[in-house]
């Protein structure tokens, strides 16, 4: 049996084509409106493409022109990352260091090519290609990104120094010419008592007791002559730092040792008190020995018999260490105490006036102070307030 065929309604078939034509009318204006906005977009992309290429040229030529600037810096400029190690160094800072930089660690740096001053961030640089002259450079740092780097900048003080140590010695001069003429009265005196008891032993029949008091007697002249020689060529010349770790222990001992017999001979107790708890100063052991030897014999010449004269080596405040010479003397009175470090300033009639003012250069050479306290009748206490090695 056949079927027989389905009938569609004319009316329901225009509307389905009607619906058609609709939609594809909607497609065709969303095609368009997507094709307009591809064209913006592409319109777009191209302005940006035009603005990094812009961008990056500006970039390059900026970092060309950094690159310039590095170079012709007069300071040294090195880069760290994060493990310490040297990313990039300017030719200034392969030049101070004297070797190259690049791909080693900065402590191997540090290690190998600088040596520690006792100013904090100020380092000696050993020496390059035979050099005479150490040179001294100052290194600042600071952080690079949020992963740890660094930038280290180093800065060439040696020339600074130069002209400050030509400064200060030129200063020591001038007060050596104002003091000229007193000097020479201190330099005469002992030099015409030695030359009249020299004349004695000249004298016939001199018996052989009063030759050898004569003799003493010219030593003693002579060697107090020796002391101000000293004391001049000292000042002069002035005191440097020095590289040495004085471990401040052991510089007690030793003037303990030296000073016990003196301090008995007169007649007074001494004491030697040790808080430093192992601390050391980075300078010259033999300019701070001879700071402390001339506070010391200060105090002991301050006291009279069955006196005390104390030593004492302690942690102040910060990073310093302080070590404090004090006696129970007659004191010092404030007038003289503005005077006390003036060269060639001296109440005693045997005295240079350079001993003090030497100390306060030993101290000041260190990097670090020298403080008096003092009061008529109740002794006085000198400190040597000196940067604590680290």
Known sequence: MSKSPTYVDPKELEQAFSLFNQASAQLTDAYQELQQQVEYLTGELAVANGELRRQLLEKEALSQRLGHLLAAMPAGVVVLDQRGVVMEANPMASGLLGESLTDRPW??????????????????????????????????????????????????MTEAYAMQHELQRHQRLSSMGEMAAGLAHQLRTPLATALLYTAHLNRPGLPES??????????????????????MLMFVKGESGGHDMVQVSSLLAELQQVMEPQMAGHGLVFSVEDDSRGAAVLGSRKALTGALLNLLENAMQACSEGGRVALRGAIGEGNFLVLTVSDSGKGIDAATQERLFEPFYTTRTDGTGLGLAIVRGVAEAHRGEVRVRSMPGCGSEFSLWLPKAQ
């Open 107 to 156: 402590s191997e740096v540090v290690a190998h090519a600088l040596v520690q001053t006792v100013v904090p961030h100020e380092w000696d640089i050993a020496e390059v290609d035979g050099a005479r002259v150490r040179r001294r450079v100052s290194i600042s740092s600071s952080p690079l990104d949020a992963a740890g780097g660094q930038v280290l900048l180093i800065h060439d």
């Open 210 to 231: 009063e030759r050898v008091r004569f003799a003493d007697r010219v030593l003693a002249r002579l060697r107090h002559l020796e002391h101000l020689i000293q004391d």
